[in-house]
């Protein structure tokens, strides 16, 4: 069993549509990342979280650290959010490395 | 600008023979870190350096080898003791290395093997 796990693997959704994203972690964390991969290959870091939640314009991200559990949101979609969206957390039994979740593949059609 | 550069971004290998993956930042980052990725999969560690002249195996090192003589550069030699390297290979920096900060990454290295 993997130490981070995301859900769903696959999800296609129509622009506009509010989009969840979930992962959940098995042991304590430090940190919990969530990153964007572009299709053509490229990782960009969108939000580092420890507890609560952030925002960055249509993009939220929640943290639950009593349910090992954090969620990315997309309001409004649109196709250029299609990438797959990777979690990875800093799992505190790993000291400062972080563990990625195998991500989700996420296609908005017009 | 600052960033992360990788090269080159296809690369063959023949069977037998080593490659290197050149892997340099300009954001003045003490540690870097190469991760593999396979289809379906998380991205793995294979070594991370927090330091110039130190680096430290991560959680798939074998066959794989790193140096850090500068703080700017971190090579990845995938030597022929690595049975299965068709992967993409990335590699990202930070700041001092702690799971806090973020991640900068590299535009990625693809390898096929012949």
């Known amino acids: 069993k993997n130490e981070v796990e995301q859900s769903p693997q696959n999800l296609t959704a129509q622009e506009g549509e509010f989009i969840t994203i979930n992962c959940s972690y098995s042991?304590?964390?430090?940190?919990l990342h969530w990153l964007q991969q572009h299709p053509g290959g490229g990782i960009v870091s969108l939000f580092m979280l420890s507890s609560g939640k952030k925002k960055h314009g249509r993009l939220i991200a929640t943290i639950n650290i009593q349910e090992k559990h954090s969620s990315l949101h997309i309001t409004a979609s649109h196709p250029r959010d299609s990438a797959v969206y990777i979690c990875a957390a800093g799992l505190m039994e790993y000291g400062n490395k972080l563990v990625f979740g195998a991500g989700t593949i996420l296609r908005v059609k017009s | 600008d600052g960033g992360i550069t990788q090269s080159p971004k296809y690369l063959f290998r023949k069977e037998g023979q080593n490659v290197t993956l050149s892997c340099e930042q300009n954001?003045?980052?003490?540690?870097m870190y190469w991760y593999r990725q396979d289809p379906g999969q998380g991205l793995r560690l294979i070594y991370y350096s927090q330091i110039v002249n130190d680096f430290q195996k991560g959680d798939i090192a074998e066959g794989y080898s790193v140096s850090r003589e500068k703080k700017e550069s971190f090579p990845l030699t995938v030597t022929s003791a690595q049975k299965n390297p068709t992967a993409f290979y990335l590699c990202?920096?930070?700041?001092?290395?702690?799971?806090?900060?973020?991640?900068?990454f590299g535009p990625g290295t693809r390898l096929l093997v012949l």
């Open positions: 954001l003045n980052h003490d540690a």
């Open positions: 042991v304590g964390i430090s940190a």
């Open positions: 990202a920096s930070s700041g001092s290395g702690t799971s806090y900060e973020t991640q900068y």
